[in-house]
């Protein structure tokens, strides 16, 4: 009988949650402890709910006494409850594996250091457009476990994290996206890229035959690894630099995808989203469309009336002709390559926060070449100072959005653009990468 097992769930926020509500009404015993504040909404569904919860500690002796502990994607494996908890031989996973026990849901997971966010977005977009019952979860929209709670979907689109995969273990994703692997959250991983990389390919455990693995064929890490392990899916690959089978690339300035003998092409001018990375993200989600099997004019319409991302390169004003651009969710190196690439102009650039084992090397050539001058937006910036003083001639500190988007604008004249590409966590000063873009925007609009 459930009644009597104890489900302890770590962390109050969305995904703590929304486990809360799904184990709630499968019978279990719940109890939701979360080390800091828990948020006024969530201490209402809670309590209404009839769930037993805490903030701003850790009863270990309730804790240890579950059966199952589910964990925020956000606490490390490493944190010494967590140790505690693996020692005493009881089950630690994520939300999303918890979810997946109650649902008969198709699956498309997506996972890469980069684009993850827009190419759930767009995928979601497609699905939505071609009338499924569809959910979004995962690192984006409403938690999985409350949906599957309240009304479970046919088919989700999962934004998938490295820390969410780690707590998966029978999970199954039907059509796994594996957008790029590059330099990331290295802090939690050893400091060993290897590490880092092994947990993105756990999106493939547990696939089939029948499952679906579609990636980026021009990622030389992802080739690399594709080389040492057993791939039972269907495999789609998609290049921008040259002709793939059963995937998607580009001849003569189109997007081509040819998963079936039926040729599904696109004027790349048409696509919405533009610029190299964003071609990626449109590729993955034209093949999961097409593995789908959903109708041509629908993979055309979404990617082509698709609107990203807020913070994602989100244009923000026009200030006497200078441009101000939030890319808070760029919070590593890779992102802000991506981001930089994509500007003619001189850029002022705006950078800083937690760094997560960050090596600028890859940025210098970039930096040399578009950044007129850098604003630090850190409690510790001295790792932007080392790489960049000696190319750069006006790199300063600030500690908050205020501040450096009035130095920024100080240093901007008409043609250029100030970017907000941090290239790093953002706990140091705000409460997450939206909050950093929030006030980033806010300041912008007060100048």
């Known amino acids: 009988?459930?009644?009597?097992?104890?489900?302890?769930?770590?962390?109050?926020?969305?995904?703590?949650?929304?486990?809360?509500?799904?184990?709630?009404?499968?019978?279990?015993?719940?109890?939701?402890?979360?080390?800091?504040?828990?948020?006024?909404?969530?201490?209402?569904?809670?309590?209404?709910?009839g769930v037993d919860w805490e903030e701003e500690k850790h009863t270990e002796s309730k804790i240890l006494s579950a059966v199952t502990v589910i964990k925020s994607?956000?606490?490390?494996?490493?944190?010494?409850?967590?140790?505690?908890?693996?020692?005493?031989?009881?089950e630690v996973i994520s939300e999303i594996e918890f979810a997946g026990r109650f649902s008969k849901a198709k699956f498309v997971g997506i996972t890469g250091s980069n684009g993850k966010t827009t190419t759930t977005l767009l995928t979601y977009h497609m699905l939505k457009k071609a009338g499924l019952h569809v959910g979004l979860a995962g690192n984006v929209g409403e938690s999985l476990a409350k949906q599957v709670a309240e009304c479970d979907k046919?088919?989700?689109?999962?934004?998938?994290?490295?820390?969410?995969?780690?707590?998966?273990?029978?999970f199954k994703v039907d059509i796994a996206i594996l957008l790029n692997i590059t330099p990331d959250h290295l802090d939690r991983y050893d400091y060993k890229f290897e590490n880092y990389a092994d947990s993105k390919f756990r999106i493939l455990q547990n696939q089939d035959s029948l499952c679906h693995f579609i990636y980026c064929d021009d990622d030389e890490v992802i080739k690399e690894k594709m080389k040492k392990i057993e791939v039972f899916a269907q495999k789609h690959p998609f290049s921008i630099v040259?002709?793939?089978?059963?995937?998607?690339?580009?001849?003569?300035?189109?997007?081509?995808?040819?998963?079936?003998?039926?040729?599904?092409?696109?004027?790349?001018?048409?696509?919405?989203?533009?610029?190299?990375?964003?071609?990626?993200?449109?590729?993955?989600?034209?093949?999961?469309?097409?593995?789908?099997?959903?109708?041509?004019?629908?993979?055309?319409?979404?990617?082509?009336?698709?609107?990203?991302?807020?913070?994602?390169?989100?244009?923000?004003a026009k200030i006497h002709g200078i441009d101000f651009i939030n890319d808070s969710k760029a919070t590593n190196v890779n992102s802000t390559w991506y981001a930089l690439e994509s500007f003619q102009h001189p850029v002022i650039w705006i950078v800083g926060g937690v760094d997560k084992g960050n090596d600028y090397e890859m940025l210098k050539e970039l930096v040399s070449e578009k950044v007129k001058a850098i604003v630090c937006l850190g409690k510790d910036n001295s790792k932007i100072h080392e790489a960049f003083d000696d190319i750069i001639e006006h790199i300063v500190d600030t500690d908050s959005a205020e501040g450096a988007v009035r130095l920024a604008y100080s240093f901007g004249r008409n043609g250029d653009t100030v970017?907000?590409?941090?290239?790093?966590?953002?706990?140091?000063?705000?409460?997450?990468?939206?909050?950093?873009?929030?006030?980033?925007?806010?300041?912008?609009?007060?100048?």
């Open 73 to 90: 994607p956000g606490i490390p494996d490493k944190a010494p409850l967590i140790v505690k908890i693996k020692e005493m031989g009881i």
């Open 242 to 316: 040259k002709t793939t089978r059963n995937g998607a690339y580009i001849e003569n300035e189109e997007l081509i995808i040819n998963t079936t003998n039926k040729l599904f092409k696109m004027s790349l001018q048409n696509l919405a989203l533009q610029g190299k990375h964003n071609l990626y993200n449109s590729m993955a989600s034209g093949l999961a469309g097409r593995v789908l099997e959903l109708k041509k004019e629908i993979i055309r319409e979404s990617l082509s009336d698709f609107q990203n991302v807020e913070h994602r390169l989100e244009f923000v």
């Open 1 to 49: 009988m459930k009644l009597n097992k104890l489900i302890a769930i770590l962390g109050g926020g969305e995904s703590g949650v929304g486990a809360a509500i799904l184990a709630k009404k499968q019978g279990f015993k719940v109890f939701v402890s979360d080390k800091g504040k828990v948020k006024e909404k969530y201490k209402n569904v809670l309590t209404n709910i």
């Open 154 to 170: 046919d088919i989700y689109v999962l934004e998938l994290s490295s820390f969410q995969l780690d707590g998966m273990f029978k």
């Open 419 to 447: 970017l907000l590409s941090p290239a790093c966590a953002s706990f140091d000063l705000f409460e997450n990468y939206e909050d950093r873009g929030h006030q980033f925007k806010s300041a912008v609009k007060r100048l």
